[in-house]
């Protein structure tokens, strides 16, 4: 392509995604009634999946966006710089396909990634200083060694070239998310304690229809809508993905070999899975694991986490009148 046909087509490809955007207009700008802000690794992805199906949310999965582009349920505009300087036209765009009688909302957990994204909370009260948060905690130590393993599974670069404790030692990113009073208190320079609901991971694992109510009544939904009655949302596990990948790797030399593809259709589930299983038993099947499988947490390294945690949990209690002992163990 010659260059500058190259640039008249960028100039107008820019000229009509302005052209979108403004299509919105201040006057009519539909920004989010409320968020989950976290934390990463509690739930925060099977809560939103519980929402979408509920008629009177907005599903940004269901629907593109103004700009031809698949809904998000991170879009981390408030915490990401470069994102947050698309502007908040551009982030109303996301939903702008929603209806009147929608509730409007987005789940981004790095607003309560602090100080990796100091400027969260207050870009927040800018420009939403009356949404409504969610914020879902687990066992802090727990989240640190999931968020570990997630980051890991996220980026193949990794492989799980480090420890859980090279890791910590490294940086403090899986643990400062885990401090669940150190987010929290970012938050409460700008917003009354009554913008939040806290949760615990458990009360959705264990009484998942009562913290929906609770959620559904947060939020200003009907909370006699049954979003469970078809099927429960599965729960987002990093070691069901980590089985997939080694799995997948294991089968890959095979799926080379002639016919492999064919013969594999006609082979019953169960054969399948007892050809992987003595897979996995081979030189190249513990080559492959060390890969994709992370090393369990020393249990030295769990103590030394728990006393680190003693304190700030103890003033999270507090704070949600709620007894967290289960978490010291």
């Not at 934390?39 to 999965?61: E, I």
């Not at 060390?290 to 304190?311: A, C, D, I, N």
């Amino acid at each position: 392509m010659r260059p500058y046909i190259w640039v008249y087509l960028t100039h107008l490809g820019a000229v009509l995604h302005n052209a979108k955007l403004n299509i919105l207009g201040n006057k009519n700008m539909r920004l989010p009634d409320f968020l989950i802000i976290g934390a990463a690794k509690s739930g925060t992805t099977t809560l939103f999946r519980y929402l979408c199906k509920h008629p009177q949310f907005y599903n940004p999965y269901k629907d593109r966006d103004i700009l031809g582009k698949k809904g998000n349920k991170e879009p981390n505009f408030f915490s990401r710089d470069d994102i947050y300087a698309k502007g908040i036209d551009w982030y109303a765009s996301l939903f702008s396909r929603a209806r009147p009688d929608q509730v409007c909302g987005e789940a981004t957990t790095d607003y309560t990634k602090y100080p990796q994204f100091p400027e969260s909370a207050a870009r927040i009260a800018k420009h939403l200083p009356d949404v409504k948060m969610i914020y879902i905690m687990r066992h802090p130590v727990d989240r640190a060694y999931s968020y570990y393993v997630h980051l890991n599974r996220t980026n193949r670069k990794l492989n799980f070239q480090e420890t859980f404790e090279e890791h910590i030692q490294k940086t403090t990113v899986s643990l400062d998310g885990s401090n669940y009073m150190l987010q929290i208190e970012q938050y409460l320079k700008f917003f009354p304690k009554e913008a939040f609901l806290f949760l615990l991971m458990d009360d959705l694992v264990q009484q998942p229809k009562d913290t929906l109510k609770k959620v559904f009544n947060f939020i200003g939904i009907d909370d006699g809508i049954d979003v469970m009655s078809e099927n429960e949302v599965a729960a987002n596990k990093a070691s069901q993905h980590l089985e997939n990948i080694h799995r997948s790797k294991l089968f890959a030399p095979l799926r080379k070999i002639p016919g492999a593809n064919s013969m594999r259709m006609l082979l019953p589930q169960s054969w399948k899975n007892q050809i992987y299983q003595m897979l996995k038993k081979t030189a190249y099947g513990e080559q492959v694991k060390k890969q994709y499988y992370p090393q369990p947490m020393l249990p030295e390294t769990r103590q030394m986490l728990l006393e680190r945690f003693q304190e700030p949990n103890q003033r999270l209690s507090e704070f949600l009148n709620r007894d967290l002992s289960h978490w010291s163990k």
